[in-house]
């Protein structure tokens, strides 16, 4: 079982910018993806960007070129440093660990960007 716990949420003004990071710890596999989704209020679940032991990233359109995910493998942690910040970005960030075919999920942090 994998935990995630998260921090770097907040209140933020347009245009602000926040870090997000996220560490794991327990039984994970070396090979796995770790990354963020965000779910606002009366919405589904999104992808925001996640990125693979490899480097490898897929991130939202609606984030690119304002959110950079990065990651440490040695501290089993990811990081989403986000720019630019508009309204339409509040939202409860999920960090998300993936590995043979299993998640998890954080329990979230709240991100919200006032106009």
């Known amino acids: 079982q994998v935990q995630l716990v998260e921090s770097g949420g907040g209140l933020v003004q347009a245009g602000g910018s926040l870090r997000l990071s996220c560490t794991a710890s327990?039984?994970?596999?070396?090979?796995?993806?770790m990354g963020w989704f965000r779910q606002a209020p009366g919405k589904q679940r999104e992808l925001v960007a996640v990125?693979?032991?490899?480097?490898?990233?897929y991130a939202a359109d609606a984030t690119k070129g304002r959110f950079t995910i990065s990651r440490d493998n040695v501290k089993n942690t990811v990081f989403l440093q986000a720019n630019s910040l508009k309204p339409e970005d509040t939202a409860v960030y999920y960090c998300?660990?993936?590995?043979?075919?299993?998640?998890?999920w954080g329990q979230g942090t709240q991100v919200t960007v006032s106009s």
């Open positions: 998300h660990f993936a590995a043979l075919g299993k998640t998890s």
């Open positions: 327990g039984s994970i596999f070396n090979i796995n993806t």
């Open positions: 990125m693979t032991t490899g480097g490898n990233t």
